[in-house]
């Protein structure tokens, strides 16, 4: 299983809130519901992410053994 809880923790470190994603970086409601719910994104929008918050992957997502 995918999990996005890395991205959580990277928004915090970088202090940018999910409100100054939808404002700032116009980043959807949707797609914040997807990373909040594990739910699939495309490697596109993990490349974008990964721009916005200037990191590596694995520090959005983490491959969890079911």
């Given at each position: 299983m995918?999990?996005?809880?890395?991205f959580?923790?990277?928004?915090?470190?970088?202090?940018?809130?999910?409100?100054?994603?939808?404002?700032?970086?116009?980043?959807?409601?949707?797609?914040?519901?997807?990373?909040?719910?594990?739910?699939?994104?495309?490697?596109?929008?993990?490349?974008?992410?990964?721009?916005?918050?200037?990191?590596?992957?694995?520090?959005?997502?983490?491959?969890?053994?079911?």
């Open positions: 995918i999990s996005y809880e890395p959580y923790i990277t928004l915090k470190e970088k202090g940018i809130t999910t409100y100054k994603l939808i404002k700032e970086y116009n980043i959807s409601r949707s797609l914040l519901d997807r990373l909040k719910h594990n739910k699939p994104i495309s490697t596109v929008t993990l490349n974008d992410l990964c721009g916005i918050l200037d990191c590596k992957v694995d520090e959005i997502i983490v491959y969890i053994k079911d």
